[in-house]
Each structure stands twice: as structure tokens, then as C-alpha cells.
DNA sequence: GCCGTTTTCGGCCCGACTGTTTTCAGTCG
């Protein structure tokens, strides 16, 4: 059993437990442990069979441990089938109606009879939904509405949607009100999620009604969804959610920390207020006492005041940090500005845009000191993959190129199929060629856990194999993540030597957040890379850089933050010596 | 249901907006 499906269990039985007027307490305990399991980057399975104790994990205890023990070891939990006895089926469906909480969906059945969307679409039709005491005829439009729109609308969205609409949306409501001088795109974006559920916007401006009236009236808005003094979300044509909120600018950092989240980091941040006499709102602290208010200009400010180290954006999930940030351990994670050099892109000799020349300009032009040339090897036919002939001819324009552009090193490099059955694309003695070999799976990705296991860790084993490439081979929203064992892949990356890439393209984030946090304490080195296709594409060491931070890597985690003598020396190495220490401060 | 430099019992974040109400419950984030 995944450890998506048993959060999935848990996250029932909070919905459940919620129409049952449960005390509040237990429902969020209840959710918490769903949020907690569906990000633990171990199988909780496997931790049950190696009889380990599960209430170590924070947010797990007694009862919530033996409930996942029973799941895992009956496939079932009698709790949740004694629960789901007392609710007509399907009715979680109805609770997922935006407007429709637990009190009002227990109403429209017990009162009504409805247990499904088309039976609560009936009784807003024939007036019975509005006829109810507390209810109205308001209530009934607004519900209809929420129909059409939860059927029309799909979940979360990828992360490189969400930002190239918030860009659209950001320069528009600048233009449209020219007052704003801060617009600051909080929430899950500033966190750098691999999907968004809602854009969350801060506008520092002295009109404030103004810059929300022009949200609510951009042509873009499908629907106001609410609209006051303090804030306005509308739905966007697109059926994006946004949420925008005004402050003045001596208030942003109250008002930056709590629009950011996530949730359970504001939770706990307002917790450790408490315990100073103090509660956090998002217009600053307020003395418990005297009910004064201390403001904040900057979010830094305010978690210096709260006692703690400041918590970059990328790391508030509610997990560790803010324990960590109280105790001085959050480390200096990573920055883009660290990153020497990237080690995958591609040119027109396979399937990238531009030619080798303009990449290295480019490359060179963003302050790089190298970069490795990896076009497709010729397996990837339908990517114009390199022949071997094909392959020695690039690597003899690497090295003009590199004497042509100046000031940059040039590494001959190959992005190689791993083959369905392990074997490589290129043989031995081509590969030892090669600067720097980039190993990843583009084909058979539906293949058993345990044969892509194997499968990738003999690639792992190869002498030249310097990396694996977007090792889960998922594009966000649209393709899974290749089945493995990944715990033993990062063993075998660290015991071989072989690096892990984390692809910077927005479409990928690949290695995903857990994984980066996983493999590295187990060893693994990591390096950052942009897979660009094109010369705008180099900006993917920012989105890479990110999502390094979101696995917590410092610049010592990461292979190419070396600069280029000390990653030269590096390569010099036998891949058996290889670590990054090893480099670093020669 | 979880948790503990204040606690093994008694706490558990905080506020905006809406609709149906004359003071607030429900929902959301």
C-alpha cells in the first residue's frame, strides 16, 4: 500500500468525522497525519513490515499508528468502514463543492435526501435547496455556481502553468492600476510547489479599495467569488484562483509571512507566539495583554522577533523548520548565484533549438564558467540522436567552440538512453571519451518497480556514467513518475559515485523535493541542471536552484557550485573517488 | 488525536467575507 492511498484513508476519515460534528481537534490531528504520510519520502509500508515505530514521525501517535498497522497488514481499516456505515456513499463528493461544508451537505441529505452533485443540482433547480431555514435563494445561486465550476475545473495546477498565467495577470493589473507599488506573488508560487492550487497575490499600495476593484473588474475574471475592504478572490477564465490581498508597506512583513504559509507553518509560528504573550495575525503581533499592535516592515524582522532564524519561503511546510529555525539549524541553503556551471543542454545537433555557439555565448553571457554539451545519443532517434560518427564530429566542435567563445570551459558531454534492459546506448570506449556522460530513461518507463530499479542502478554502475538525468522521468500534471525503489537508487548513486540530477525544467523538477532531501542525507551528490533546449532555458538554474532549496541542499551539497578548476579536478578523478568534498577545497 | 523547558491533562491559530440574520454561523484559506 502506497503511501498516497493511506493518506488518502486518513483524509476520509477527516471529511467523515467532520459531518459527524467531531471535535475539531481530532479532525485536524486526523488530517495532519494525512498531510504528514503523503510527503515521508520512506514507504510507510515497509516501516510497518520492519516493525519500526511509527510514533516517531511527528503527528502520529497511538491510535493513528495502529490504524496505519491494521491497513497495512489487513488492507483495511474496520474504523473507516464503521464510519463510512453511518454516511450515505459518495457523499465526500458532495463536500467538495466549494461553499459546501460539512454542516450544509449533512443538511441537504438529512433534510433533502441528496447524496449526489445531480441531486443537489435538482433541489437548487426546483427551489428546495432555498426554501431550507438558513439558507437562500443567494445561497442556492452561489451553490449552482459552484457546480458548474467544480465540474468544469481540474485539480491543482502545474507550477509552470500557474506562473506564466500569474505573469500575465501581475503586468495587467499593473496596468490597470498604476497606484500598486509592490504586487508580491505569495502563497504555494513563493513556496515553489510543483503544483498550485491558488495564486495568492500581496498589493503594497495607499488606495487599496482601488487595486481590488481592478482585480474584480479585470476582463480575464470569470467570477467574484468575494469582495471586501481587505481582500478579493475572484476565478479567472482560465479557472485559476486568485486570491489578492492590500497592506500598507510598514505592515508587508506580517502580511508577507502569513500569505505565504504554508497553513501548518503559520500554525506553528502562532503557537511560538503564544508562548511569548503574543499573537500573530497578518497585520503584525499583538501583545495578549495590552492588545497592542507591533507592525513589521520585513518578514525578517519578524521572525527575528519572534526568537527564531529567518525560514526561507521554499522550506515553510510545517515540518522541521520551525524547530530547526528556534534552535539556529537552518542552514544557508543553496542560491542560484552559487551555481558555476550546467552540465545538461542540448544544441542543434539533436533536438535543441539553437546551435552549439549561441549556447555557449549564452551560457557565458549568464556568467557561467562551463557548461557540458549533451545532445541525444542514437537511441533517441526521434530526438535526432548522434551516431557515432555524428558524436565525433560534435566533439570536435566542442572543442572549437570553445576556443572560439573564450573564457568558458566546454565539456564534451552525451544525455544517453538508459535501454529498457540496462544496457547503454553507447559502448565503453566511447563513452571514456566523453567529459561528462548523463545517463536517463526515455523509453519502457511503465516498467515493474523492481526491473527499472535494476535496470537504472546498472547504469549507475557503468565507470562513465557521470549522472542520472531526471530519474522519475514525470512531467508535472501529465505523465507519472517511473515505479522504483528510489531509497536503494540513492543508495547505489552514493555508493557509486554516480550524481543525481535535478533537472530545473519546470515541466520536470526532477528529483522532486523528498527525493532531493532523501538522497542527500543519504550521500548522494546532486548537481543543478537546466536540460535547456533553447538559450532562454538557462534560466531553469533558478527553478533547479529552488527546488534544491525545497530539499534543504547547501551549496556543499551540489556538484556545480564548484567552480571550474575545482570541478576539472574533479572530473580528473576516478568516478570511484569521486565526492564533492573531494573537490571542493583543493 | 497529539503532545509536553508550563503540562501525562488540558490545551490546541486567526481573521475575512457572505448570507441570513438583527448578532452570528458557516466556509475558506
Not at 475539531?24 to 486526523?30: E, H, V
Not at 558531454?413 to 566523453?434: H, N, P, Q, V
Request: glycine share 8%; hydrophobic share 40%; net charge negative.
Amino acid at each position: 500500500m502506497t503511501n498516497g492511498e493511506i493518506a488518502e484513508v486518513f483524509e476520509r476519515i477527516s471529511g467523515l468525522l467532520e459531518m459527524k460534528g467531531e471535535k475539531s481537534f481530532t479532525i485536524r490531528a486526523y488530517q495532519r497525519a494525512s498531510r504528514t504520510i503523503e510527503r515521508l519520502p520512506t514507504e510507510v509500508d515497509a516501516m510497518v513490515r520492519n516493525d519500526e515505530d511509527l510514533t516517531e514521525i511527528p503527528g502520529i501517535g497511538k491510535a493513528i499508528s495502529e490504524k496505519i498497522s491494521e491497513l497495512v497488514n489487513t488492507g483495511a481499516l474496520q474504523y473507516l468502514v464503521r464510519l463510512k456505515d453511518e454516511f450515505p456513499p459518495g457523499i465526500l463528493d458532495l463536500m467538495q463543492i466549494p461553499g459546501l461544508g460539512p454542516k450544509t451537505t449533512v443538511r441537504v441529505w438529512k433534510e433533502l435526501g441528496v447524496t449526489t452533485v445531480d441531486q443537489l443540482e435538482a433541489v437548487v433547480d426546483d427551489g428546495s435547496l432555498a426554501a431550507l431555514p438558513r439558507l437562500g435563494k443567494k445561497s442556492a445561486e452561489n451553490i449552482r455556481k459552484s457546480i458548474k465550476f467544480a465540474r468544469s475545473k481540474s485539480d491543482r495546477v502545474p507550477i509552470a502553468r500557474a506562473m506564466s498565467v500569474t505573469r500575465q495577470l501581475t503586468n495587467s493589473l499593473r496596468e490597470g492600476c498604476p497606484g500598486i507599488s509592490q504586487l508580491i506573488v505569495c502563497g504555494s508560487l513563493r513556496r515553489f510547489e510543483e503544483t498550485i492550487g491558488d495564486v495568492d497575490l500581496i498589493c503594497v499600495t495607499e488606495d487599496g479599495d482601488k487595486a481590488l476593484n481592478t482585480l474584480a473588474e479585470l476582463p480575464d475574471v470569470a467570477d467574484v467569488l468575494g469582495h471586501g475592504g481587505a481582500k478579493t478572490s475572484v476565478v479567472l477564465k482560465s479557472g485559476l484562483q486568485v486570491d489578492m490581498r492590500v497592506t500598507p508597506a510598514d505592515q508587508l512583513g506580517a502580511m508577507l509571512q502569513y500569505f505565504t504559509g504554508n497553513l501548518q507553518h503559520n500554525v506553528m509560528l502562532r503557537d511560538r507566539a503564544n508562548s511569548l504573550g503574543l499573537s500573530l495575525n497578518e497585520y503584525g503581533l499583538k501583545d495578549v495583554e495590552t492588545g497592542d499592535l507591533e507592525t513589521f516592515v520585513d518578514e525578517e524582522s519578524l521572525y527575528d522577533r519572534l526568537g527564531m532564524q529567518f525560514v526561507p519561503p521554499e522550506i515553510r511546510m510545517g515540518e522541521s523548520e520551525v524547530s530547526a529555525a528556534l534552535a539556529g539549524n537552518i542552514p544557508k541553503l543553496v542560491d542560484v548565484s552559487d551555481l558555476k556551471g550546467d552540465l545538461h543542454a542540448h544544441t542543434d545537433w539533436s533536438d535543441g533549438r539553437d546551435p552549439m555557439e549561441t549556447m555557449v555565448e549564452a551560457a557565458k553571457a549568464r556568467g557561467l564558467e562551463y557548461i557540458a554539451m549533451t545532445d541525444h545519443s542514437v537511441g533517441r532517434g526521434i530526438a535526432n540522436g548522434l551516431s557515432i560518427e555524428r558524436l565525433k564530429g560534435h566533439m570536435a566542435l566542442v572543442r572549437e567552440v570553445e576556443a572560439a567563445v573564450g573564457g568558458i570551459r566546454v565539456f564534451c558531454g552525451t544525455e544517453m538512453d538508459i535501454r529498457a534492459d540496462g544496457s547503454l546506448d553507447y559502448a565503453d570506449e566511447i563513452l571514456k571519451e566523453l567529459d561528462w556522460v548523463v545517463a536517463s530513461v526515455h523509453s519502457a518507463m511503465g516498467q515493474d518497480a523492481a526491473v527499472m530499479t535494476e535496470r537504472v542502478i546498472a547504469a549507475m554502475k557503468n565507470p562513465y556514467v557521470s549522472a542520472i538525468g531526471h530519474l522519475s522521468t514525470r512531467l508535472i500534471g501529465e505523465r507519472k513518475p517511473i515505479e522504483a525503489d528510489y531509497e536503494a537508487i540513492f543508495r547505489a548513486a552514493a555508493d557509486t559515485g554516480t550524481v543525481l540530477e535535478i533537472n530545473g525544467s519546470l515541466e520536470r523538477l526532477d528529483l522532486k523535493d523528498i527525493h532531493i532531501a532523501r538522497a542527500r542525507e543519504l550521500g548522494a551528490m546532486l548537481v543543478i541542471s537546466t536540460d535547456a533546449h533553447m538559450t532562454e532555458s538557462l534560466r531553469n538554474l533558478d527553478h533547479g536552484a529552488r527546488q534544491a532549496r525545497r530539499g534543504w541542499c547547501e551549496a556543499k551539497h551540489i556538484l556545480n557550485t564548484l567552480d571550474a578548476k575545482q570541478f576539472g579536478a574533479w572530473l580528473a578523478m576516478d568516478k570511484s573517488e569521486r565526492s564533492i568534498k573531494s573537490a571542493a577545497h583543493a
